[in-house]
């Protein structure tokens, strides 16, 4: 009998793993998020590994400079200096680099009705805009499902136009563990997302890339990426970035949003929440990033029970009055 009770807890996880589905909230970053990422040094050592369920991704092994940093600052379009030139952008991503100061790029997006457009990006002396937007991510996403989507751009760099179109194929592919230096986290998915660009001058000119991402739902910005870049000379490039470590101690902390103390952790059946700024609304998601327990409330210090929910791991989300938000590991034990 304890065979068959164990055999079928786990065709029900393997269910219920099946059936997940990613919503925008669990991996889109939004206006006043800030995130940190280096450039991994041994890429071409590295290895996507495999699709599927319960996968483990190590990448251990990974090597960076902690003085080479993309810093990303998620904005409101309109707060930007190319927003004109993309009228339909609500949301913008501006990159700056610690090793090269004078680069700044702003990629303007559209987030609307379950989607998030490509509108283009301003590099300074490179601008690209889509004449036919790229659809980056339907929601929701299921696993195992894959979007197609059709688009074309220009690039414009020293008076010189150049017009493009290609195909993408993107994919909620993989769960499992990501195995990182600094960590190891389980309850991650991987998006996959495989890109052909065809230079229209001449259709010859093709270029493939394929890109990998690994999100704990919850955190709106991937914890590693691999893109594997090929074009029709020959030409190959592998390239990954990895998360800055200071995320895994304060989980993509805001600088907007001061400090927060949680206590007792590990917890039997409460928690005290207390910050030195008002906060209103708190969520609790299990490693596979579905939320568990939320609550609005407007206060500084509360005391948020957890009874309800079972022994293991979850990620906090505490989100203050200016919708910036701070990510707790909690654990439950009794």
Known sequence: MKQKLLLLSFLLFAFQLNAQTLTASEILAVPGETFKMHYVKNAATLNPGNAGLNQTWDFSNALFAQDTIKHTLFMEA???PYTFDYPNANIAEKITLSHDTSYVSYNYYNDSSGFRFDLGANFGILVSSFSNPQKLFQFPMN???TVTDDYCFTTDAFSITNYYCGNS????DGTGTLILPFNTYSGVVR???????VNLANTSDTTVIENYYWFVPGI???????QNYSDASGYISLSATIIDSSVFAGMAESKNFLSIKLYPNPANDLITIKSEKIFTRIEIFNMLGVSVIYKNEKANQLNFSVENISVENYFMKITDEKNNSVFKQISITR
């Open 191 to 197: 998006i996959k997302n495989i890109e052909k660009i």
């Open 169 to 172: 194929n993107v994919s909620f």
């Open 78 to 80: 309109d707060n930007t």
């Open 143 to 145: 696993f195992n499902s």
């Open 220 to 226: 709106h910005k991937p914890f590693f990426t691999y």
